[in-house]
Structure formats: C-alpha cells, structure tokens
C-alpha cells in the first residue's frame, strides 16, 4: 500500500532582527528630539528660503531679565519668564499711537493663528512708563504681559535688543523675538509683510522649536 505524505507544517513568520526594531524606536522617539536641540544650537544658520521675513541677530545671544514691575498685573516679571516659550516682545512708548496698536494687534493674531501651537508662544510689551489706558488695553490684549521698562533697570535691559547689544534700541520700530531658551534671534519691522513674522515661527515650531 501506498503511504500518505504526512502534511508539511506551515512556515513560522520570520522573525525582525533586534536591530531594526531598534532603530524604528530611535527613528519615532530619539531622532525628533536631536532634530530640536540642533535646531537650538544653529539657529544662526537656519534657512527660511525667504529674504523678506526676519532679520537675524547675529550671533543670537541670552538675554540677562531684569527685574521688570508689571504695573497691570502687580508684581514683577518672573526671572524664568522666557524658558520654555516662543516670546513676541514690542517695545514702544507709554501711550501707544497708532502703529504701536497695530504692532500689538499683529503679535495676538500671529499668536492666535498658530492654533494647536498657541501655547508655545506669549506677548510681552515693554512700555517706557505705566500704560497710559491700562483698561483698553486689559480688555483688548487679555493675554499681553505688559512690564515697565522706564527705570534704570528697565533702560538696561532694553538695550540688549539693539543690533550690538549695548547701544539704545529702536523705540516702536521693530517686534523682536526671543526663542524658548531665552536668546533673542530675529526681529521684525513693523512695516514689513505681517505674514513674516507668521512663516518664521510656524517653521521653527514646525521643527521642535516649541518644546
């Protein structure tokens, strides 16, 4: 009599080498975070494809917080208050004209536009002297920090957002922005394109900046 064969046993699933799902971690887990730290560390030689937005300061450099009072919201600005966020800082007179208003206006609604990303971003408004309509301005820029920069502290500080460093900045000309670690990098015309400053700050979030 003939035999049967007996039926072969289907083939076990090849089994992934240890390797590759080591580098499937690192690609979805370490590699975002080293992309954002070498974004930190050469922000100087980012490329934006673009020569219309910011104007980088060059090297970007720490900036030393002053002790700053906050005449709408009492005390004083906190010394960690640029760790950690974006910040989009204006400095203009105490009684804000026209193009102090809108330069305001631009911060929140760039702000605002950055949607799930609003929190990686904050305004502050260095005004020399306490606002001169503290409730208009409470009721229309609910989430501006404002600070008193017209003391001698105040006067110091505000010099680091020249182009030097050391010499008396721009008064009402520019938006300047200060990265999450604490370094002023850009600054912005305020007669510039007003989807610049927008741009800039979707393409640094968009590559980790905002942690």
């Known amino acids: 009599m003939m035999q049967t064969p007996e039926p072969v ?3 076990l699933p090849a089994r992934k080498p240890p390797w590759l799902l080591i580098g499937i971690l690192a690609a979805v887990f370490v590699l975002p975070v080293a992309a954002a730290w070498l974004l930190y560390l050469n922000i100087d030689h ?5 020569n219309q937005h910011g104007e980088f300061v060059k090297p970007a450099r720490p900036l030393a917080l002053a002790t ?3 005449p709408l919201a009492g005390g004083t600005l906190a010394p960690n208050y640029f760790k950690g966020r974006y910040t989009l800082v204006y400095l203009s007179a105490a009684v804000c004209n026209p193009d102090c208003e809108e330069a305001l206006i631009l911060t929140r609604q760039t ?4 949607g799930q990303k609003i929190e990686s971003a904050q305004r502050l408004y260095l ?17 501006l920090t404002v600070a008193d920069v017209s003391g001698a502290a105040g006067e110091d500080f505000i010099r680091q957002f020249s182009l030097d460093g050391r010499s008396a900045p721009d008064v009402g000309k520019y938006i300047y922005l200060v990265d999450p670690r604490g370094f ?5 015309s305020i007669s510039g394109p007003p989807e610049g400053l927008l741009k800039d700050l979707q393409h640094l979030l968009g590559q980790g900046g905002g942690m």
């Open 9 to 11: 046993p289907p083939a």
């Open 68 to 70: 700053l009072p906050l």
């Open 46 to 50: 980012v490329h934006f494809n673009t």
């Open 127 to 143: 005004a020399e002297g306490v606002p001169a309509n503290p409730a208009k301005l409470l009721r229309e820029q609910p989430d």
């Open 111 to 114: 702000r605002i536009a950055l």
């Open 184 to 188: 002023y990098i850009m600054r912005y």
